[in-house]
């Protein structure tokens, strides 16, 4: 079993709607949750990271982390087909030395 | 201020032959990564360098070897290529091993075919 679970998709969704991204986990030492985009044929780039459990918004974009379910989301408002790519979700725990997991990736297309 | 540079950005070898990948970053980043993409199987840890001469193994480091040249340059040598190389490979570099969840930032990738 990989230490983190993500749904490869792909997700596609209308213009507008409100996407829901998600990860589990198997490592209760993960104290840094992250969410990072990768357009296609490019690196990823960071989007959030969030320290232990709680929400955190920039935007559009909101990050949740609930450590006692394993579970991070990161919820995409009014979404526009700019946000077409692939979203990684990564995490670290405070002993491994900045070393990140990733989750496998959910690729998300939204039509105009 | 090109961020993280990789050449090449593609490149197809034949089974046993072997290549550098080079990797460069302007930022003054202490530490950097290079990891492999593969389908289905998200971003894989293969070395890091938390600093300049310091090297360590990550998830995957079999079949590859890393060299620190300096603080801008970290190097990915596959000695003698095989099939399951066939990979997308990405480096990336952070300001220090302790922030990396602040952010690491990533090349454009190389891709690279072992046939």
């Known amino acids: 079993q990989k230490e983190v679970e993500q749904d490869p998709g792909p997700l596609s969704v209308p213009e507008g709607a409100i996407v829901s991204l998600n990860c589990t986990y198997s490592?209760?030492?993960?104290?840094?949750f992250m969410w990072y985009r990768q357009y296609s044929r490019k690196g990823p780039e960071l989007l959030m990271y969030t320290y232990s459990s709680g929400n955190k918004e920039d935007g559009r974009f909101t990050a949740q982390v609930d450590k006692s379910s394993k579970y991070i989301s990161l919820f995409i408002r009014d979404s526009q087909p700019s946000d077409s790519a692939t979203y990684l979700c990564a995490m670290s725990a405070n002993n491994q030395g900045g070393k990140l997991i990733f989750g496998q990736g959910t690729e998300l297309s939204v039509k105009p | 201020n090109a961020g993280v540079t990789q050449t090449p950005k593609f490149q197809v070898l034949k089974t046993g032959q072997s290549m550098t990948l080079q990797c460069a970053q302007d930022m003054n980043h202490n530490s950097m990564y290079w990891y492999r993409q593969d389908p289905g199987m998200g971003l894989r840890l293969i070395y890091y360098?938390?600093?300049?001469?310091?090297?360590d193994k990550g998830e995957v480091p079999n079949g590859y070897n890393v060299s620190r040249l300096n603080k801008r340059e970290f190097s990915l040598r596959l000695e003698s290529a095989a099939p399951s190389q066939t990979s997308v490979y990405f480096c990336?570099?952070?300001?220090?091993?302790?922030?990396?969840?602040?952010?690491?930032?990533f090349g454009p990738g190389t891709r690279l075919t072992v046939t």
């Open positions: 360098s938390a600093s300049e001469g310091t090297t």
């Open positions: 990336a570099s952070s300001p220090k091993v302790s922030a990396a969840h602040l952010g690491q930032y």
């Open positions: 490592n209760s030492a993960f104290q840094y």
